[in-house]
Each structure stands twice: as C-alpha cells, then as structure tokens.
C-alpha cells in the first residue's frame, strides 16, 4: 500500500485476458506471457502482456486482432474503482503500447507516479448499466437503449484519435450541457491581437464551438455556473494560444464521492474537484478544470510519454494553468478552511498567483532531482510532484523571460502544432525552442531540466569609501615630502568636491550557470540618483564592479527584472548600503521565504 492506494481484503481489481486471437481464428493466448521491460524494479510486474505473432510482421504489413477480456471494478484505489454507487472507470481495459521506429515496443510496467503512454485509435464503446444511472465518458455519446425486462440501458459512445477512454456511471448525477460559443467568448480586437502574436493569418486562430457536458453532484449543482466559466476560459485562452480545440464536445465531471476520481485527465473528458462551500475568493475550482482540461493539449494531443518524460505534460501544462488563470482570474486568495468551512475573509487579503507558489516548490526541488527523471526513479513522489509539475513551470517561465512572452507563444504554439496528435519528446521542444526562440537555448534545459543544479545568485556587497588625500613620503621635485595625516586632513577639509570610491560585488552561490551570450544584469543606483548597468556571464563565483564618482552608493540589486525566477533565495539579490532599516527589512524577507518554503514543503506531504 502507499498513501491512497491502500486496498481492503476482498476489494482488490483485476484484468484477465480471456482470448485473443488474430483475424483469421489463429489463437494466440497460449503464447502470452508477462514480461517487465526494463530494470525490474518489481520482479513478478504482471502489468505488461507479451504476444508473440505465428510469424513476424514485414514493413507495411498489419495484423488484426480480436480480444475479449473480463475485469473487476476495485473499491477506490485511483482514479479507478466505486464507492456506494459511484463508479469511475479509468485504465480499465487491456492497452496497447507503443511502437516506435528504431526502438521497438515502449511499453513499461505501472508504476506510482507515472500517468500512461499510448498510441491514437477510434473508439466505439458500448455501456450498459442500470437504467436510473447517468452516464459520462470520453467521445459523442451516439445511442442510448433501454432493455425494460433486465431493467438496463446500454449508451453507445465514439469517438476518433484519440488514446484512452474513460467513462463514468452514478445514478445522483445532474446532467447539464451548456455551448462555448466562439462568437459570444472572443472579440475580433482579440482574434488580431492574437494573430499578430503568433504572425499568424487571423482565420488560423479563429475557434469552434464547442458542446459542453457538465455531470455533477446534486449538492454542488450551485456551483454549475462557476465550473462552465471556467471552462469556456480554457477553451478560449488554451485554444487562441495553442490552437483550437478539435472535438466537437467535451466532457466535465465533478467526481462521485470518495472515487479518488478528482482531478484527472482523459481525452474529451477530465474530472474536476470541489467543495460543498467552495470560497467565491479562491481560484478553485478553476483551478482544477483549467488544468485539468489543458492536459487534453499537452497530453492529450501532444501526447508525451509521460513514463519517461512527465514534464512535457505536466510542467507545460502547470505554465499554461497559470497564465490562464492570471489571464481570465487574476490573483486569488490563500486557500484557509476548517473541516471544509472557508475562513478567505480572515486569509482574503493575502493574495497569491500560481506562479509564486510554482517558484517557492520549484527552489527546494532543484537540488532533489533533475527534472528529466524518468518517473520512476525520482528519489520520492514529493519529488516528482515538484519537479515535473513546479519547477518545470518555473523554468518554462525563466524562458519566457529571456525570449519574450510573444516568441514563448510562438515556441508553444509551434511545438503544439508541429507535433499535435504525435508523440513528442524533450528533444522536439528543445528544437522548437531553439529555431523560434532564434538563439541556442540548449545550455538552459541542461541547467536547469537535465541537472540537480541550484540557481543562487547575490549581491554580496555594496559599500563607498570617500577618496581622502594621502599621506606618506612622495617624490616631488626630485625631493622627499612628507605629508602627515594632518595635512591630509586640512587639505580634505578645505575640497569641497568631495569624490567616492564604490566597490560592488556579486556572486554566484549556486552551481547553475548562465549559458554562452547570457548575462546577468547588475543595477547600481547611487544616492545623487544616478544610475549603472553592468552584465556579467555568472561563470565565476564572483566578480567586482569598482566606480569612483561624487556620490555614496544608495544600492545595489543583480538581476533587477526578476528574469531568473528560478532562482534559489531572491532576498539575496538585492544589498542597500546605508539605510537603518535594511538589516531587519532583509532578515526579515530572508525568514519569509524560508517560511514559505516551509509551508510548501509541508503541504506536499499531505
């Protein structure tokens, strides 16, 4: 057991495989054996079936096959299972894999933390079920029929390209469909906005509508209008950014209680997750649905390997979550409930963006794992979750911040475009990114993707010294002459242009470096107001700025326009020279963000 996976005696689920056979009657079940690809973490994995052929297939050859399979619903485990008479069916039938040129079958044994990897396919499903339940799944639902004797109706459900099916039955279920209806959601001044962006003709970004399902709980019926909202924001902003949504509907559902069902993700369908009270002040659950249906782009259209490279999906998918929501919602509340009550009028005022809390994770996962870890080898599920979801929307946002947020567009939506209904790896967007982008961004997905490496850079020091007039021996019309400190007093009382020497200092604390042509810049404002720009490449540990001019230093700040937001400890970024307050004021920010960092890494574990 782990956590929510933990299984009752007599609740546990399977799948047998009662025959399959080819086309022409061949029976292939004698053949079958379970086989674990890869490091056999768990030796006896009976989750991946082999099937060998009578005679191998020749190039552009196919075979057909016929399979019958009889499987057990579990109680809850997840994301799979019933409680009462709530069902959830996901990962319920035997899967293919996939079969890659040059490779071979990828098809790995489950494992915890990973989501799944499969290829596109039509699907014609049939469900039948009691008649009072209501029915959800993935595709068009095309027939419903009723069999009055057994008491049953068997609904009928297609759909084309796409990789899983999933599908849903609860008799308290309340069926509402509403329409995203381009015309009304999107403005022709922001069709051309968006086109101009992207340097796209305006017909190419223009929408489809699109039929919206919503099955929910009778207890949060009054929610309906919130959960429609803010999916017609996905449909909207995920559809003009990276390209219009291609099924003619989409399914949303408000999870049957304790199905550990909410918020997951399936082609055409995706579960949300909500309260009885939900909190008009928080972003959920908006938060929930935007994420939930932008997974049908990242994994659903783009369809990554998530076994191998789980951040293609999830941590494209958190940075496109987040500037939806800043987008459609702005900042919302800090989540306070007690036994599910919201307490958002005492916590209303403390506002937080995704983004902040995306970076407070993200820095205290740099130094666990890179976050191109296969799933199941990162060092724990804490891990995993914050690297592949936070800190890969963190460094996706460090991108965009030395790009620009219009060629970040572009990269997103050519990367999407280029590879929609294909199986794209880390090394596509790598040269999407690289081609859009117009520059070698290479050394920062081996920084900060491909390497356990720390950002930490800081401004160390930032002092002036007033230039006095020396004293010592000096030549001087080829004699020696001695000035004494009193003359250099006397001779500093009387110049009354008084001058300044200002020594700054940065350092590089981390072991993440910028990569070639990339500099960090570094603000010097001095108390007269005046003001110095240096770059520095971060190559060394350190490096020193000297100036000598009229006036003191006032402060000293590297990396002023937060492009970095990776970066490990920002209170170390900035060092003001003389004012009182600064020591506390920067004490204090220091043991916030530890505090910070605190929470979140305390929430994790929950």
Known sequence: SHGDTRVRDGEWGWIDVESIRLRDGSDLKPSLEFITPGPARHPGDRTVLRVPLPRPLGPGESAELELAFRARVPRTVRRAGYYHNGYFLGQWFPKPGVYEEGRGWNCHPYHLNSEFFADFAD????????????????????????????????????????HDFAWTADPDYVRIERDFVAADEVSEAEYREVAGALRLPIDQVRLPDVRMILLINPEHRSQAERHFKALRMALKYYGLWYGPYPYAQVTMVDPPFRSGSGGMEYQTLFTAGTRVLPSPQENNPEMVIVHEFGHGYWYGLAASNEFEEAWLDEGINTYSTGKVLAKAYGPGSFPLNLAGIPLTRYSGPFKYSDQELDRLAAVIAARLDPVATVSWRFSSSMSYAMNVYMRAATNLRTLENLIGKEAMLRVMRTFHARFRFRHPTARDIIAVANEVGGRDLNWLFDELFFAAKEWDFALERAESAEIRSARGVFDRQGKKVEVTGKAAREQDRKNKAKRYVTRVRVGRLGDARPGPGVFLKVLVVFQDGSRRTERWNGQGRWADFVYEGPSRVRYAQVDPDAVFLVDRDLSNNSYAAEARSAGPLRWSARLLFWVQNLLQFAGSLI
């Open 123 to 162: 699907f014609k499903v049939h469900i039948t079920v009691p008649q009072a339940f209501v029915v959800g799944a993935a595709g068009r639902q095309v027939g419903r029929s009723e069999d009055a004797r057994a008491g049953t109706a068997t609904y009928t459900f297609v759909q084309e390209r796409i």
